[in-house]
C-alpha cells in the first residue's frame, strides 16, 4: 500500500514560520544555525567543542541534584561522560505539568532521545546524551495546576506562590484520590496510582516529584534531568546577568532581530530592557528598581532568566549542539541569534518534534 504524507500547511496546526523552516525555507537562514542535515551537525560539533563548558561544574552539580534519587545504570553513565570534551548534549525542556501533562510533553523527549541515538549512529567517535531541561522557575502556576483527563478537569488548590519548582506538594493527595477513582481497579491503572504516588507524596516539592516521575519513564535510556535553579550553575552565568541587568545589554540587539523576523512571521516573545526577574521565597518578580553589581556577584541564583534569556543560559553551560522543542519554542529562539552571536555561543540546531534524521 503506498504511504501518503500529509503536508504540514495542511493540518492548519502550524505557523508559516514553522511550515517554512520545516521546508528548509532559504529566508530563516539568518535567524538559525542551520537547517538540521547530516553536514550541518559535523559543524555544529565542531563549533561547541571550541567553546568553553565547565564540564566539571556541570558533572558535579547534576550529581548533587541526582544525589537522592536512584538513577540508572545507563543515566548514571551519561553524567560520568559529560566530563569528556567528545561528549554533547541534545536538550529539550518543559513546564512541570502534572502527571506530565500533554502527550506533547512524551513527544519532546522521546524525539531528544531518539536523535542521540541516531547521532551517534552516525558519528560514532562522539557520545549524546539526552537532556530534559526543567522549568521549575517557571512562576505560571495555573498553567501547570490541573490535568484534564475523560473530559473532567482536575486541578491541584495550593497556596504556594514564586517558581513553581520550589512549591510544597501539600494538599497534593486530595488529586490522587481523584485520579485513582477516575483510573479505576485495573492493573494497569494500579500501577500508574503507584508511580504517581512515589513521585507526588514522597518528595517535597514539584521539581524533585517531577524529576522522579521523568527518571521513572525515561531513564532507562539514559537520559539526564538538569534543574537550572542552581547558585553553582549560575555562577557561570554572571557576566550575562550583569549584562542584562546593570547595562540592559540586550534589548537593543533582539529588538533589531525581532523586527527583521517580524516583516514575515508573528514575533513569539516580548524583549524587556531587563529580562531577568528576581526570585526571593514564594515570588518571582519582574526587576524593576536598581541591583547592586555586589548582589548579582554574591546571590546570582536569586536572578531568574525569562523566556528569552533562558536560552542563553542553557548554552552557557551545557556542552549542547541542539534544541527540540515545538512551534513556539523555535520561534523565540530565532528571535535570538544576533544575541548569541554578541556573546560569542554556539546557536544550537531546533528540532521540531523530529523523530528521524539521517
Same mark, same amino acid.
Given at each position: ?10 493540518? %492548519? ?34 563549533? %561547541?567543542?571550541?567553546?568553553?563548558i ?23 553513565? !551519561?553524567i560520568?561522560l559529560?566530563?569528556s570534551?567528545e ?8 513546564q ?9 510533553f512524551?513527544y ?18 562522539? !557520545? ?6 526543567m ?14 483527563l ?23 493527595e ?8 477516575v ?8 500501577k ?12 517535597? !516539592?514539584?521539581?524533585?516529584a ?14 539526564v ?13 554572571? =557576566?550575562?546577568? +550583569? ?17 527583521i ?26 526587576? +524593576? ?9 554574591e546571590?546570582p541564583?536569586?536572578?531568574? =532568566?525569562?523566556?528569552?534569556?533562558? =536560552? ?25 541569534k ?17 523523530t528521524?534524521?539521517?
Amino acid at each position: 500500500m503506498q504511504s501518503y504524507k500529509i503536508p504540514y500547511s495542511n493540518t %492548519k496546526q502550524f505557523s508559516n514560520l514553522v511550515i517554512d523552516y520545516l521546508a528548509n525555507d532559504e529566508k530563516l537562514r539568518p535567524f538559525i544555525s542551520d537547517f538540521p542535515t547530516n553536514d550541518s551537525f559535523h559543524k555544529q560539533i565542531t563549533e %561547541k567543542k571550541n567553546h568553553t563548558i565547565d564540564r566539571g561544574v556541570l558533572v558535579k552539580v547534576l550529581k548533587q541534584q541526582n544525589f537522592n534519587f536512584s538513577l540508572t545504570v545507563a543515566s548514571i553513565s !551519561n553524567i560520568n561522560l559529560l566530563q569528556s570534551e567528545e561528549t554533547f548534549t541534545v536538550t529539550t525542556g518543559h513546564q512541570l505539568c502534572l502527571f506530565t501533562g500533554p502527550l506533547y510533553f512524551i513527544y519532546k523527549i522521546v524525539s531528544t532521545i531518539n536523535l542521540t541515538q541516531q547521532l551517534k549512529e552516525k558519528y560514532p567517535q562522539n !557520545n549524546f546524551v539526552p537532556t530534559f531541561w526543567m522549568a521549575t522557575e517557571d512562576h505560571d502556576f495555573q498553567e501547570i495546576n490541573h490535568i484534564n483527563l475523560f473530559g473532567k478537569k482536575r486541578t491541584w488548590v495550593s497556596k504556594g506562590t514564586g517558581a513553581v519548582g520550589r512549591m510544597s506538594l501539600d494538599g497534593f493527595e486530595s488529586v490522587l484520590v481523584e485520579l485513582r477513582d477516575v483510573l479505576g481497579e485495573t492493573e494497569n491503572a494500579k500501577k500508574l496510582v503507584s508511580l504517581f504516588e512515589n513521585a507526588y507524596l514522597k518528595h517535597k !516539592n514539584l521539581a524533585d516529584a517531577t524529576r522522579f516521575l521523568v527518571n521513572e519513564l525515561f531513564g532507562k535510556f539514559g537520559l539526564v534531568i538538569i534543574d537550572g535553579d542552581d547558585k553553582k550553575l549560575k555562577q557561570q552565568f554572571i =557576566p550575562i546577568i +550583569k549584562k542584562d541587568v546593570l547595562k540592559n545589554g540586550f534589548v537593543s540587539t533582539i529588538k533589531q532581530n525581532s523586527k527583521i523576523l517580524a516583516k514575515d512571521y508573528k514575533v513569539q516573545a516580548f524583549v524587556r530592557d531587563i529580562n531577568f526577574f528576581k526570585l526571593t521565597q514564594g515570588n518571582r518578580e519582574l526587576i +524593576k528598581g536598581e541591583i547592586a553589581q555586589k548582589e548579582i556577584e554574591e546571590n546570582p541564583e536569586n536572578f531568574s =532568566p525569562n523566556v528569552l534569556l533562558r =536560552p542563553l543560559y542553557q548554552e552557557t553551560i551545557l556542552p549542547n549542539i541542539a534544541y527540540i522543542g515545538g512551534g513556539a519554542e523555535v520561534a523565540y529562539w530565532m528571535q535570538l541569534k544576533t544575541a548569541f552571536k554578541q556573546e560569542n555561543i554556539p546557536f544550537p540546531i531546533h528540532f521540531f518534534l523530529q523523530t528521524s534524521l539521517f
